[in-house]
């Protein structure tokens, strides 16, 4: 798949409502098509939930908590979207834009693994649990095949094969038994001759390992949408924002422009809006609403009562995380940890190690990213709180430095965001169900985008092609 165009050139005038992802993207598409196109955006930057917080960052959410951001030059949270599968359109448009991207570590053997509920004291690398997983799986199924439990499904050849690849598989050896395995890692890292390496002991038994719940982590990234290799844009997400909004042209976005209305006419639409205060409005041939439909179901309008049962039924979500960051990166040298993630039962849920700057001199850690209950828990904290809420977990897992090189942080909450109040939205039966059906489609000159009308919600990639779609429908309306 090549880059997107619109092919043959339209001369409509195009109000876009909402300045995230999906409303750049439509402006920026129907731009290289020769639309005139007017971006209005409530908040004072573009980007939607595309935000990147630096040093000076400031930010009030809606339960009044205000915190400016104090980290270092250089350092970075991606509060909002931070990883990108490579088969993502998100991936065309920084090639497109020119925008550098660099792996981002979605999986790491050397990160930990850590079941507080399933009584876990400390935690273990992913590389420990994997290796005491698949070893006992191994076994098991070893044992079945042997015992003759599998000779109604497979025939002598298979379970040979089988059997073959269960030794490699749990590093089971002629035995077929788990005994450890150097892949657990090693107390002694192997070096020189006399130096062959002391390997982690006290292998804990199969009952031990299927208790302590570690296996349950393994299969994010068998996910198509989480598997590696992932990207992300060198210097932060927003780069794509960034980018979206220059190549749209700055004149033609207006920032701190609330939308009050949207009215469609018989010949165009009249959309409403506050500027610093002041009461305007701009007419156009047509509009794109591409703001949260939490938000839009808010907003006065005169397209219709499915439209609004519609709005209404896209359920709004809840998603935090924070920033930490640390005067010397001490899970590099310290725990030899470069980048990946962290699992938990505790309600920070995830720990993410960056995949920028190693071996620089400070870095910046996702002290939680949680969802659901875990993050409404949260973010009903004050700043301070959930820093040393945060802190105090972490330091479980990876001890005092957690604390004690900590130099500043920034915890952010969608739901609790002004104009978004939500992280993604949850759409029951998928965009395509019926009661969605008025969305996916014009309400006269009215088109809806964004990423809740994809099947990839939560992603930049819904909000790219939900663009794309509408695009395509109000060209092909244009030129006929
Ligand atoms: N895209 C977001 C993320 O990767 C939210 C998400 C998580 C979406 C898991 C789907 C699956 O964190």
Same mark, same amino acid.
């Given at each position: 798949?090549?880059?997107?165009?619109?092919?043959?050139?339209?001369?409509?005038?195009?109000?876009?409502?909402?300045?995230?992802?999906?409303?750049?993207?439509?402006?920026?598409?129907?731009?290289?098509?020769?639309?005139?196109?007017?971006?209005?955006?409530?908040?004072?930057?573009?980007?939607?939930?595309?935000?990147?917080?630096?040093?000076?960052?400031?930010?009030?959410?809606?339960?009044?908590?205000?915190?400016?951001?104090?980290?270092?030059?250089?350092?970075?949270?991606?509060?909002?979207?931070?990883?990108?599968?490579?088969?993502?359109?998100?991936?065309?448009?920084?090639?497109?834009?020119?925008?550098?991207?660099?792996?981002?570590?979605?999986?790491?053997?050397?990160?930990?693994?850590?079941?507080?509920?399933?009584?876990?004291?400390?935690?273990?690398?992913?590389?420990?649990?994997?290796?005491?997983?698949? $070893? %006992?799986?191994?076994?098991?199924? @070893?044992?079945? /095949?042997?015992?003759?439990? #599998?000779? =109604?499904?497979? !025939? &002598?050849?298979?379970?040979?094969?089988?059997?073959?690849?269960?030794?490699?598989?749990?590093?089971?050896?002629?035995?077929?038994?788990?005994?450890?395995?150097?892949?657990? $890692? %090693?107390?002694?890292?192997?070096? @020189?001759?006399? /130096?062959?390496?002391?390997? #982690?002991? =006290?292998?804990? !038994? &199969?009952?031990?390992?299927?208790?302590?719940?570690?296996?349950?982590?393994?299969?994010?990234?068998?996910?198509?949408?989480?598997?590696?290799?992932?990207?992300?844009?060198? $210097?932060?997400?927003?780069?794509?924002? @960034?980018?979206? /909004?220059?190549?749209?042209?700055?004149?033609?976005?207006?920032?701190?422009?609330?939308?009050?209305?949207?009215?469609?006419?018989?010949?165009?639409?009249?959309?409403?809006?506050?500027?610093?205060?002041?009461?305007?409005?701009?007419?156009?041939?047509?509009?794109?609403?591409?703001?949260?439909?939490?938000?839009?179901?808010?907003?006065?309008?005169?397209?219709?009562?499915?439209?609004?049962?519609?709005?209404?039924?896209?359920?709004?979500?809840?998603?935090?995380?924070?920033?930490?960051?640390?005067?010397?990166?001490?899970?590099?040298?310290?725990?030899?940890?470069?980048?990946?993630?962290?699992?938990?039962?505790?309600?920070?849920?995830?720990?993410?190690?960056?995949?920028?700057?190693?071996?620089?001199?400070?870095?910046?850690?996702?002290?939680?990213?949680?969802?659901?209950?875990?993050?409404?828990?949260?973010?009903?904290?004050?700043?301070?709180?959930?820093?040393?809420?945060?802190?105090?977990?972490?330091?479980?897992?990876?001890?005092?430095?957690?604390?004690?090189?900590?130099?500043?942080?920034?915890?952010?909450?969608?739901?609790?965001?002004?104009?978004?109040?939500?992280?993604?939205?949850?759409?029951?039966?998928?965009?395509?169900?019926?009661?969605?059906?008025?969305?996916?489609?014009?309400?006269?000159?009215?088109?809806?985008?964004?990423?809740?009308?994809?099947?990839?919600?939560?992603?930049?990639?819904?909000?790219?092609?939900?663009?794309?779609?509408?695009?395509?429908?109000?060209?092909?309306?244009?030129?006929?």
């Amino acid at each position: 798949t090549g880059d997107f165009t619109l092919t043959g050139k339209g001369a409509a005038r195009v109000v876009i409502v909402g300045g995230g992802i999906a409303g750049l993207a439509v402006a920026y598409e129907l731009g290289k098509a020769g639309y005139d196109c007017t971006v209005l955006e409530a908040r004072d930057r573009t980007g939607g939930r595309n935000f990147t917080v630096r040093g000076g960052d400031t930010n009030l959410d809606l339960s009044g908590n205000r915190q400016t951001a104090r980290f270092s030059d250089g350092q970075y949270l991606n509060a909002g979207p931070a990883r990108i599968p490579q088969w993502m359109v998100t991936m065309d448009y920084c090639r497109e834009l020119g925008i550098p991207v660099e792996v981002f570590t979605n999986v790491n053997a050397s990160a930990y693994i850590y079941n507080e509920k399933a009584g876990m004291t400390a935690p273990v690398r992913y590389r420990t649990a994997k290796a005491d997983v698949y $070893g %006992y799986v191994s076994e098991l199924l @070893a044992k079945a /095949t042997d015992t003759g439990a #599998l000779d =109604a499904e497979l !025939s &002598a050849e298979d379970r040979e094969r089988l059997l073959e690849f269960l030794k490699g598989f749990g590093d089971i050896g002629g035995t077929l038994r788990y005994e450890g395995s150097e892949r657990r $890692g %090693y107390r002694v890292d192997p070096a @020189a001759s006399g /130096t062959p390496g002391v390997e #982690l002991g =006290a292998v804990p !038994s &199969a009952s031990e390992v299927f208790a302590s719940g570690v296996g349950r982590y393994f299969s994010f990234e068998f996910g198509y949408d989480q598997a590696m290799l992932m990207f992300q844009p060198v $210097g932060g997400m927003d780069r794509i924002p @960034a980018a979206l /909004t220059r190549a749209i042209g700055a004149h033609r976005i207006r920032t701190g422009a609330a939308v009050q209305r949207i009215t469609d006419t018989a010949h165009g639409v009249s959309v409403t809006y506050t500027e610093h205060g002041r009461v305007r409005t701009l007419d156009a041939d047509y509009c794109v609403a591409a703001l949260p439909p939490n938000i839009l179901a808010r907003t006065a309008h005169n397209l219709g009562a499915d439209v609004q049962t519609a709005l209404e039924a896209c359920k709004p979500s809840s998603a935090g995380k924070i920033g930490l960051e640390y005067r010397s990166r001490w899970w590099e040298s310290d725990h030899r940890i470069y980048g990946g993630i962290t699992e938990t039962d505790l309600d920070l849920a995830h720990v993410w190690y960056p995949s920028y700057g190693h071996h620089g001199r400070r870095g910046l850690i996702v002290g939680y990213y949680n969802t659901g209950a875990q993050a409404d828990a949260y973010a009903r904290l004050t700043p301070r709180e959930r820093e040393a809420r945060a802190v105090a977990q972490g330091v479980k897992i990876h001890g005092e430095k957690y604390r004690t090189e900590l130099a500043s942080s920034f915890s952010h909450h969608w739901r609790q965001t002004p104009y978004l109040e939500a992280s993604w939205h949850s759409l029951s039966g998928g965009p395509d169900a019926p009661v969605f059906d008025p969305l996916n489609k014009p309400a006269g000159r009215v088109y809806f985008a964004g990423d809740h009308l994809s099947y990839a919600d939560a992603w930049q990639h819904g909000a790219f092609t939900s663009a794309r779609k509408v695009v395509t429908a109000l060209h092909a309306r244009v030129l006929t």
